[in-house]
């Protein structure tokens, strides 16, 4: 098209000579460019290191070119084919070059078209399977971390019981049945990634009340629960855990006992928990224990830098555990549309 183009500006017409001359460019292009990438298949050459792609591309170039040129001129020369202009100019010794340096420049166009197609192509198939590596191994992850939760949870809940068997037998059987409450729900929640917080705190409100037969009225727990996040989705046994460690490293640390409040709420577009405990930080939190960096990494697993994990001690002498995670309802929608698209 370019060459009939320039033809047709410079010439005011297309003559058969030049339709012809290019028809057979064209045909000779198509069919040397065909076994030129047929080589470079067999040659295997788009694996090879990029200094020898780029050298065997631009030998390729200039070897093919050469061909296409060469049969270009010994058609025109066979076949009569050169103007009549170009004869009585003396050109048709320059022709040969003209064939060459032409061909030679739209082989180039079409290996640099070629060459960055499939360039583009093969780090688009590497990002994606990098992703795809960064999924398996973020779900390995997950499950590394929930096989641990489950243990961990059960060897506390064992060590209540084991405490009241001999002082109260009668507690001790009820608080077996609440253990089999427990470990009913945890293992419905271990087969999904997320649960619904309703179903998490049921789970939670089932574990303090295993742990109120053990500590009578030293514990006393308090829950202000926003009903609009009881359907939110978020990872299984976190709050759990959470409330876990609170007792454990203030409730059970001090005589008197003390008291465990849980809020759930909606803040700034955010689901909101807080798990306040009595005791002081220095007490709770001398490093960090499974509970705090178990999730820690899942709401990095789960949600990247959208998350936020955060232990203070207030000035009313409790201590603060706040997550504030991204609803999941919508981000699960925008992922399963990107998943569609």
Request: with cysteine; glycine share 4%.
């Amino acid at each position: 098209m370019l060459n009939v183009f320039f033809v047709w500006v410079f010439r005011s017409e297309v003559s058969w000579q030049a339709f012809t001359r290019i028809l057979i460019w064209v045909v000779g292009g198509l069919l040397l460019t065909h076994l030129m990438r047929a080589i470079l298949i067999r040659l295997k050459v788009l694996e090879r290191e990029f200094d020898k792609q780029v050298l065997l591309f631009l030998s390729m170039t200039l070897v093919f070119g050469f061909i296409l040129g060469l049969l270009l001129h010994v058609s025109v020369n066979a076949f009569s084919l050169a103007e009549i202009n170009d004869l009585q100019s003396g050109k048709p010794q320059r022709l040969l070059l003209n064939y060459v340096v032409n061909s030679v420049i739209f082989i180039l166009i079409w290996n640099l078209v070629y060459f960055i197609f499939h360039y583009v192509e093969r780090v688009r198939n590497q990002q994606i399977e990098a992703l795809k590596s960064e999924t398996l191994i973020r779900d390995l992850q997950l499950q590394t971390i929930k096989s641990h939760i489950n243990p961990h949870f059960i060897f506390n809940s064992l060590n209540s019981i084991r405490a009241l068997i001999d002082e109260n037998p009668v507690r001790a059987r009820r608080a077996i049945t609440e253990l089999s409450n427990i470990l009913r729900s945890s293992m419905q929640a271990e087969k999904a990634e997320t649960v619904s917080f309703e179903k998490e705190l049921n789970i939670v409100k089932d574990y303090l009340e295993l742990e109120k037969l053990r500590f009578e009225e030293r514990l006393h727990f308090h829950f202000e629960i926003d009903p609009e996040t009881l359907n939110l989705q978020v990872p299984p046994m976190m709050l759990q855990t959470l409330v876990e460690n609170a007792i454990k490293h203030g409730v059970s640390k001090h005589l008197a006992g003390g008291e465990v409040y849980v809020s759930s709420k909606i803040h700034q577009q955010d689901h909101e928990l807080i798990i306040l405990n009595s005791g002081r930080l220095s007490e709770y939190y001398n490093a960090e224990g499974f509970g705090v960096s178990s999730t820690k990494e899942r709401l990095h697993l789960q949600f990247g830098g959208k998350a936020s994990f955060e232990l203070n001690e207030t000035a009313s002498g409790y201590v603060e555990a706040r997550i504030c995670m991204p609803i999941l309802q919508a981000i699960n929608k925008r992922e399963n549309t990107f998943a569609h698209a």
